[in-house]
């Protein structure tokens, strides 16, 4: 179902994916930090709000009539809380909330209820309840236009929020990581994989310019007695991209390619939906997700693509704004970065821009750091015998299960983008050479320290004080500059993390999908041992995927699951557009044919021609008036991802 509040859309896919800034978010202007006066929270205002506390409460105002109010209250719970709250900030406010659901963040696990009047006026009150207190955060707007207006604002205010007074690192020593705290750590991992259900994990620890530390857990595959070691292969995913923009750096300092040069030189053919946009885009736009091209993976699902094919695809994909002015997450611009850079080396500009830029990769990132496990080669990697296999749950039926190989290699035509195996011991070279500001621990200069600097510049805002760089995340811990990325396929999870002022960095690889609060939850875990912390995460991190377990069950309770019965689809069999195939077979039922095999489709009672996919892609069959068949493929609330495919007659 679609709300049509932007606010609620991205925190109702917070239920699904725990870290909203992968998902939302606009460029912010500059923010002023308060502290409530009884000290028991902080939090950032963005620009453009007037500051209108009082004695009892945070207000700001954003205009004559919106409103946000931040507040503790003793309470039994969150619900009573937010009530205590609404009386005391809006005593006017007399109704019931007409929805309430329950949104994970980084930050803690938050009830949001919104409250509509007569007048058309709207309030929005946020709340989780710590310790006998309620922290609620209101919003209030006479209408729906006026909500989306600050929608951006008062997401970053949430994900800013901080209980109590912030742990502030920034002169602090970081312990060296000791056998003690080893075994504390390998004693949780064992615990929390079983928690998240992670198959297998590898994790690795950089100090000090060396790899002080790396472990294998748990199995290759569910049901399987081979175990998981250091040299096991693992898909990385996302955490790859900083890979490909260290590879461009290195193109920089031999001056082949430069940050600021217009894409359409590098690239020629290079066009987007927009022509202003094409114009603007420079070579540092493809990797900045500040490119305003719309995330659109869909396709990725379904067919593939040449390099070439891939870039021509662009203009029609949606832009959402013109460079600079908005953060969007695009593998399809990533990708192309990265083939574009290619282009500059290719011999004759070749053609062949995906075995160019693996090339370029095993020559100038992966030879010099010693990375001699990690490959773009999909085969090779599963050939091996100590390779991980991909997990994921089936909503269907609601347990853990192994995936088809095959359909992790849906992301090898935005190799770029993160399509690599690696291993956790090639991970943590890589890793250190970051420690060491582009000198791979063999002690290969890889890539300038200013140019690989330029790569960890805080470009586009994400939300409150997090940016995002080229190929990462610029955020902060306990006042420590942090970078990090995940990685995530259909049947994997990923995270390299570092604090560069405290040399100390983390590389977490599984064979789970949406896996990252077991992930990060190790990464945070190392961070804590080592400057003595209490450890607060772990308790954050579970709240928030058993939040996220609930509420997928929750939903799942209004949705049925049936098998399709051959009479019900038989006019939509047939070759579609991109050469996709909707076939019926006795023996496996109702499936879509792809590019990378066979998926299987089941009914949504009471949605009228919609079908669920295996693979997370939701398909809805239509006629037209001549008796044609038009195929919808798409994901839950994003009808910027959808593709609309024609049923080929005859």
Same mark, same amino acid.
């Given at each position: ?63 004559? *009539? ?40 980084? *930050? ?13 006026? @709207? ?122 923009? @260290? ?42 997700? %500040? ?58 500009? %070749? ?75 090639? @991970? ?22 200013? *140019? ?196 080929? @007659?005859?």
């Amino acid at each position: 179902m679609k709300i049509n509040f932007r606010l609620i859309i991205a925190i109702t896919i917070l239920l699904l994916l725990p870290l909203i800034w992968l998902l939302w978010g606009n460029a912010q202007g500059a923010t002023s930090t308060h502290t409530a006066l009884d000290g028991r929270y902080s939090f950032d205002i963005p620009e453009n709000w007037v500051d209108e506390s009082t004695a009892e409460f945070n207000a700001f105002s954003y205009s004559e *009539n919106i409103y946000t109010y931040l507040i503790a209250v003793e309470a039994n719970d969150v619900d009573s809380g937010i009530r205590h709250a609404l009386d005391i900030t809006v005593p006017e406010l007399d109704s019931e909330p007409v929805k309430t659901t329950t949104a994970p963040a980084p *930050n803690g696990t938050w009830t949001q209820k919104i409250y509509t009047l007569p007048d058309g006026s @709207m309030t929005v009150a946020v709340g989780q309840f710590v310790d006998d207190l309620a922290y609620v955060l209101i919003l209030q707007a006479p209408d729906e236009t006026a909500v989306q207006t600050v929608t951006d604002d008062f997401t970053s205010i949430l994900l800013s929020f901080t209980l109590g007074n912030a742990i502030d690192l920034t002169n602090a020593q970081p312990q060296t990581i000791t056998p003690d705290m080893v075994a504390d750590l390998e004693n949780y991992i064992h615990d929390i994989s079983a928690f998240y259900e992670v198959p297998g994990a590898a994790v690795a620890i950089v100090q000090d310019g060396e790899v002080i530390y790396s472990q294998g857990f748990g199995v290759l595959e569910m049901g399987s007695e081979q175990a998981v070691n250091t040299d096991t292969l693992f898909m990385i995913g996302s955490v790859g991209k900083s890979m490909t923009t @260290m590879m461009m750096a290195t193109l920089v300092d031999d001056e082949i390619l430069g940050w600021d040069t217009p894409a359409h030189e590098v690239y020629p053919e290079f066009s987007l939906s927009n022509a202003t946009a094409t114009e603007q885009i420079r070579v540092r736009d493809f990797v900045n997700n %500040s490119s305003g091209v719309a995330t659109y993976n869909v396709p990725r699902f379904l067919v593939s693509q040449t390099p070439a094919q891939l870039i021509e695809s662009l203009v029609t994909v949606p832009t959402i704004a013109l460079p600079g002015e908005a953060y969007s997450y695009s593998n399809l611009m990533f990708a192309t970065g990265g083939y574009a850079a290619a282009h500059t080396v290719a011999a004759n500009n %070749s053609v062949d821009l995906h075995s160019t830029y693996t090339t370029l990769m095993q020559e100038r990132i992966f030879d010099p750091i010693g990375m001699v496990h990690t490959t773009f080669d999909f085969d090779a990697a599963i050939g091996e015998d100590n390779h991980a296999s991909p997990h994921a749950v089936d909503v269907v039926e609601s347990d853990l299960d192994v995936l088809p190989i095959d359909w992790e290699r849906f992301i090898l035509p935005v190799a770029p983008a993160g399509a690599s195996w690696s291993n956790v011991e090639d @991970m943590a070279l890589y890793l250190t050479t970051h420690l060491n500001q582009g000198v791979a621990p063999n002690g290969t200069v890889v890539v300038s320290e200013a *140019n690989l600097s330029e790569t960890q510049q805080a470009g586009i805002n994400i939300a409150g004080d997090i940016y995002y760089g080229m190929g990462w995340v610029i955020d902060s811990y306990n006042g420590l500059p942090l970078l990090w990325h995940s990685g995530g396929t259909q049947g994997f999870a990923s995270d390299i993390a570092f604090l560069p002022d405290a040399n100390l960095g983390v590389v977490v690889l599984s064979n789970k999908g949406n896996a990252d609060n077991f992930t990060r939850s190790v990464r945070e875990y190392v961070f804590e041992l080592s400057f003595s912390l209490e450890h607060e995460a772990d308790s954050r991190y579970r709240v928030t995927q058993t939040a996220s377990d609930a509420a997928l069950e929750e939903i799942l309770l209004d949705i049925q699951f049936v098998p399709v019965e051959q009479e019900q689809v038989i006019e939509y069999v047939g070759e579609y557009d991109l050469g996709i195939a909707v076939i019926y077979d006795e023996a496996n039922g109702f499936i879509i044919d792809t590019a990378y095999g066979q998926v299987p489709l089941v009914a949504v009672v009471g949605r009228e021609e919609t079908y669920y996919a295996g693979n997370g892609l939701i398909l809805t069959f239509s006629h037209d008036s001549e008796g044609g068949v038009t195929l919808s493929i798409g994901v839950l609330d994003d009808p910027l991802q959808t593709v609309v495919l024609q049923k080929r @007659m005859g």
